[in-house]
């Protein structure tokens, strides 16, 4: 299965972005699923994450309030909305379904279906 991530870009400080994930091979409103970051060098870590239901949303502590994780059925996506972006987000952004979720485990390492990558840019 794979998972099709869009709606990256380069911004300046301060500005919002939408990333959405969708895939004409699932039905996404069947999975656990969340958002993933990575830094060249550092290890994938969880952004934001939701149950089947679009309830149950871990946050990465520094997303918390910025971030907004939201799934829409009709159109089989999943969608984070990012706030008041700053450069220490420049990353590439994942999307991924997950195993066995439950609230406040957003790891990797339980992801079990993944997109080829989104690039988020934010200069100062």
């Known amino acids: 299965v794979q998972l099709v991530e869009s709606g990256g870009g380069l911004v300046q400080a301060g500005a919002s972005l939408t990333l959405s994930c969708t895939t004409s091979?699932?039905?996404?409103?069947?999975?656990?699923m969340g958002w993933f970051r990575q830094v060249p060098g550092k290890e994938r870590e969880g952004v934001a994450c939701t149950n089947e239901n679009g309830g149950g949303k871990t946050y990465w502590a520094s997303a918390r309030g910025r971030f907004t994780i939201s799934r829409d059925k009709a159109q089989n996506t999943l969608n984070l909305q990012m706030t008041r972006l700053q450069p220490e987000d420049t990353a590439m952004y994942y999307c991924?379904?997950?195993?066995?979720?439950?609230?406040?485990?957003?790891?990797?390492?339980?992801?079990?279906?993944w997109g080829q990558g989104t690039q988020v840019t934010v200069s100062s």
């Open positions: 091979e699932l039905d996404l409103s069947t999975h656990a």
């Open positions: 991924a379904t997950i195993r066995n979720y439950r609230v406040g485990w957003c790891v990797a390492s339980g992801a079990e279906y």
